[in-house]
């Protein structure tokens, strides 16, 4: 009777007593999911250009920070000395957006082309090694150890009656809604858009009619590159460039599937969904079983929407024909 | 030359439907195994039994299991590190619970326990599929390793939070604790891989792993001849979690002595088994024991190379595992995919042929 | 092709379709189509590409549901079945686009159409584990039954083939094999010969017959090759468009108008024979 209590009235209580505070959780949710939704992005991205289940796309945004710091910190690659001149931001995010290009090429080149129509489960893979490869690179280049990243985005309180909103969250989400107006308008308006969209469909039937799958997909992956390397910046100036930042990007898997791999929306609706459901599970229902929900509460909600909607909110419906 | 079915004639469809066909490939395999039991003990060392004998075997068993459910039933799982969790923390429970119970009970219901486990993760598998139903396996891991973190039944509410196995016998030899001698822990597991392994291949060269093998390569056709996906997928579920609840157990009980189950058995884990069956040869039972053998052998080889021959530092060692393991997984994916178990096919038919060309 | 014309009168229906409809959003599949099987007859179904003909397989087969409309098969009457009711009723098919386990060999492929037959107890994972005495002569059994089904197929040479590496004519044989490994009452095969020269299309035809003489087994089957549907098929059914045109013996049906117009063209009318 107590646990009964515990679970499913004390919790709401504590929301309805003090609801400043529980507009702050679920405000500070919201921000988080923000970030989610950016990894969650990429994704999206090319899933829907390539078919392709990018599993390193959390790597990708490890992998970008941690150049942007290096850049700016005029590290010398491979040997950890700070012997280069350090460049200013501006500089440093169009160096590491060229480095990012660079990656693109290469994934394309090395892994992507010997395995064009290979079947879905192999493609997937396939990232999962690259994402491996990625680590080890990003890890030798630039070291493993904590990193601070700032750039310059504001920090600091608002205060708004008695609330406290983090400006840096704002920034953040102003950011991403700019990101995410811009793919959405890339993609429905442009032929570029449209091309990418034929080749997720069929990879030989594109080619077919004389799609250039090559400069695609370098596009596709670099787009998501420049994707990746947003997320990790907002990361990494939230909470350090460090190896977690690709354990947190595997969160942004049930995010995906939640919204849906084919969209957009889905993947920020889906990206707010989990930041609010953690935050708030993790702060009122948390302290009831020693913490760390966080852990598996956004894979739980996945595997409950797939039960009845094995496409996500937001997919496209699966169709399959003998 | 020596490698010819030539005269070798089967008169019954028995003879035909045999695990091993080819009498020199039964003579092969006899052979190595006999060496396995009888030779190996006299020259290894206390460090090739822990370090290397004990993970190879232990972690066959466990890329059986991943084999079964994503090599010959199509359906790819990322949660293998928390089902060893589940057999690990079954393990020590039972154990710890009932003392005077035999071991081999202990790990066959910690087995079961765990394909119980597994059949529940499974069923989403109903209507998932593909990568949805990797990420639904991987709520399988994260929940899991929270669950026997965080509450302090599962680890008998010590305060250390690790799980320690305490000494217990087969036949009264001492396996698992301090004090059992490596070359006892190592015939155990030895004993029960090849077990095990028999009882893998028997089932998939039977209905069981044909039903399971349509599935895989077209389940929709498959159920329109009459099997039935679900049951079938169910099924693999089970059995595979069988044998990886297995393989935690011995990892637990046998192998390391004590474990924190949030980090010997996380993500990291479910990859490992994974690249095991990869490079091993997915869908193949042989595989399942090559790929065991390269995973475990791999880090060991280029960790002594790295740090002793290069004089490089150990973390850098390790950034270049990940490298190394990311592009083999690659090279695999685009060179053979059906990995090494698929090379050695190769290399044998050439042996057929061998001296000749052609 | 020279075969001799045989005629089957009467008997009795071994399928009925009534008023089924089928529609897939906006899409009409089928709209209100009705006709029978009669028990031992080979039954061609006939009809220009996306006429529906396909899909009215797959309605038999329970893999899509009608939204109207019902199916008498064996006696009961139904109009939702899941797959394998209608497998464990009788009912085997091919299809269009040859749906083998690629993953497979020939007799593994084969031995698979012999699933329903297998005793359930022997089956189960434990004996299948330890395949000791009843397992193994369970499996012997059936896989003396699959190599008959070899044997009538003509098709030992490959039997331990993967299926991926056969060329498409013997895929297509391989299938008619899992079908018939299964002792189906009635057999649905979709496009049998598509994609096959003279010689293949002639052996599949004497293999169609043969079974439908030797076992009685009756055939329905989606054909697009006249020659064949004039000479083996007893009677014909005509779909365009999702609706049935035409019903009747090869005769009626090629000199009928409305079949002409929609599908045969002019030159039909004197097709050879």
Redesign the interface.
């Known amino acids: 009777m107590e646990v009964l209590h515990a679970v499913f009235v004390a919790p709401f209580l504590d929301m309805a007593n003090e609801p400043i505070f529980f507009l702050e959780v679920v405000i500070g949710g919201l921000m988080s999911g923000v970030m989610y939704s950016l990894v969650a992005l990429g994704f999206v991205l090319i899933f829907k250009a390539s078919g392709i ?1 990018n599993f390193s796309q959390g790597v990708l945004a490890l992998f970008a920070a941690l150049t942007l710091v290096g850049l700016m910190t005029g590290t010398m690659p491979f040997s950890l000395q700070k012997v280069l001149p350090e460049f200013p931001p501006i500089v440093a995010i169009a160096l590491t957006i060229l480095v990012m290009i660079g990656i693109a090429f290469l994934i394309e080149r ?2 992507l082309r ?2 064009v129509n ?1 079947s ?3 493609t ?3 990232t ?10 990003g ?2 280049m630039w070291g ?1 150890d904590v990193k601070a990243l700032d750039i310059g985005i504001p920090s600091g309180n608002w205060v708004i009656g008695d609330m406290y909103i983090q400006i840096f969250d704002l920034w953040a989400t102003a950011i991403a809604g700019i990101m995410v107006i811009v793919l959405a308008v890339f993609f429905q308006k442009t032929r570029t858009g449209r091309a990418l969209r034929a080749v997720a469909d069929d990879h030989q039937a594109a080619l077919s009619v004389g799609i250039p799958l090559r400069t695609i997909w370098i596009v596709v992956w670099s787009v998501a590159g420049l994707v990746a390397l947003v997320g990790g910046i907002m990361w990494g100036s939230k909470s350090g460039v460090q190896f977690s930042l690709s354990l947190i990007a ?1 969160r942004a ?2 995010v ?2 939640i919204g849906g791999l084919t969209s957009i929306p889905g993947a920020i609706i889906g990206g707010l969904i989990i930041g609010v459901g953690e935050k708030v599970s993790e702060v009122y229902w948390g302290p009831l ?5 966080e ?2 509460f956004a ?2 909600v ?2 409950i929407v ?2 009845f909607r ?1 496409q996500g909110l937001f997919g496209e419906k699966i169709i ?1 024909r ?1 | 030359m020596l490698y010819r079915e030539a005269g070798q004639f089967k008169r019954s469809y028995e003879a035909d439907a045999a695990i091993f066909p080819i009498a020199q490939d039964r003579w092969a395999v006899i052979f190595f195994v006999a060496i396995l039991f009888l030779g190996v003990p006299l020259v290894a060392s206390e460090y090739i039994y822990q370090a290397i004998l004990v993970p190879v075997l232990i972690y066959s068993i466990a890329a059986l299991g991943l084999n079964i459910l994503t090599g010959y039933c199509g359906q790819l799982s990322l949660g293998t590190g928390g089902f060893m969790a589940v057999g690990a923390v079954s393990c020590y429970k039972l154990t710890t619970a009932f003392p005077d119970m035999n071991l081999i009970v202990i790990l066959l219901l910690s087995g079961l326990i765990t394909a119980g486990v597994g059949v529940i993760f499974g069923i989403p598998s109903l209507r998932i599929k593909g990568f949805y139903l990797a990420v639904a396996t991987l709520a399988a891991q994260f929940f899991l390793n929270w669950l026997f973190n965080k509450v302090a039944w599962f680890q008998n509410y010590t305060p250390s939070g690790t799980l320690t196995m305490p000494p217990r016998e087969i036949f009264g030899t001492l396996v698992t604790g301090a004090e059992a001698l490596p070359r006892d822990r190592y015939l155990f597991c030895l004993i029960l891989a090849v077990l095990l392994g028999l009882a893998a291949c028997n089932m998939v060269r039977g209905p069981v792993g044909r039903a399971w093998m349509a599935i895989r390569d077209m389940d929709i056709a498959a159920e329109l001849i009459g099997f039935r996906p679900f049951n079938t997928k169910l099924l693999a579920f089970s059995v595979s979690s069988f044998y990886i609840g297995i393989a935690g157990a011995l990892a637990f009980g046998v192998w390391l002595g004590s474990v924190e189950t949030a980090e010997a058995f996380d993500i990291n884990q479910s990859f490992q088994v994974l690249f095991m069956i990869i490079v091993g040869g997915l869908g193949s039972i042989l595989g399942s024991y090559i790929g065991a053998a390269f995973i475990v052998l791999t880090p060991i080889v280029l960790t002594n190379l790295m740090v002793y021959g290069l004089g490089l530092e150990a973390v850098t060692a390790k950034h270049f595992e990940f490298i190394f393991f990311g592009s083999l997984i690659i090279l695999f994916l685009i060179l053979e995919p059906h990995g090494m178990a698929r090379l050695w096919q190769i290399a044998k038919e050439k042996l057929r042929l061998w001296p000749f060309p052609h | 092709m020279t075969i001799d014309p045989r005629t089957k009168t009467g008997g009795n229906l071994i399928l009925e379709v009534e008023n089924i409809s089928l529609s897939f959003g906006a899409v009409r599949a089928i709209v209100d189509v009705s006709f029978s099987v009669i028990e031992g007859e080979v039954l061609a179904i006939i009809g220009p590409n996306g006429a529906g003909k396909t899909s009215m397989l797959n309605v038999i087969n329970g893999f899509y549901h009608p939204q109207e409309g019902q199916i008498q098969f064996g006696g009961e009457v139904r109009r939702q079945m899941r797959p394998y009711q209608a497998a464990r009723g009788g009912i085997a098919r091919t299809f269009q686009n040859v749906a083998l386990f690629k993953g497979m060999t020939t007799l593994d492929n084969i031995m698979t159409g012999r699933n329903l037959k297998m005793n359930r107890w022997a089956t189960n994972i434990l004996s299948a584990a330890f395949y000791v005495g009843p397992t193994r002569r369970e499996e012997m059994r059936h896989r003396e039954h699959a190599e008959r089904v070899i044997d009538f197929l003509e098709i030992q040479a490959i039997r331990k083939t993967p299926v991926g590496r056969l060329p498409y004519g013997l895929q297509k044989r391989v299938e008619l094999g899992r079908a018939l490994a299964a002792e189906p009452k009635l057999l649905l095969l979709d496009e049998p010969m598509a994609g096959m020269n003279l010689e293949e299309k002639q052996d599949m035809c004497r293999y169609v017959l043969d079974v439908n003489d030797e076992f009685g087994t009756t055939v329905a089957l989606i054909e697009h090759d006249m020659g064949v549907v004039m000479d083996i098929s007893d009677r014909v059914v005509v779909l365009d468009y999702g609706r049935k045109i035409a019903e009747g013996t090869p005769d009626e049906v090629k000199s009928n108008q409305a079949v002409i117009d929609a599908y045969l063209g002019t030159s039909a009318s004197s097709a050879t024979a």
Do not use: R
Request: no cysteine; charged share 10%; aromatic share 10%.
């Open positions: 289940f090395i892994v010997p395995l290979q879905d489960m192999i997937f893979m396939s999962i090694g690259i994402a491996f490869v990625l680590e080890g690179v890890d030798t493993s595997l898997l049930p995906l599937i079983v020693n913490g760390a929900i852990n598996w894979y739980i996945a595997l797939l039960l094995p399959e003998v």
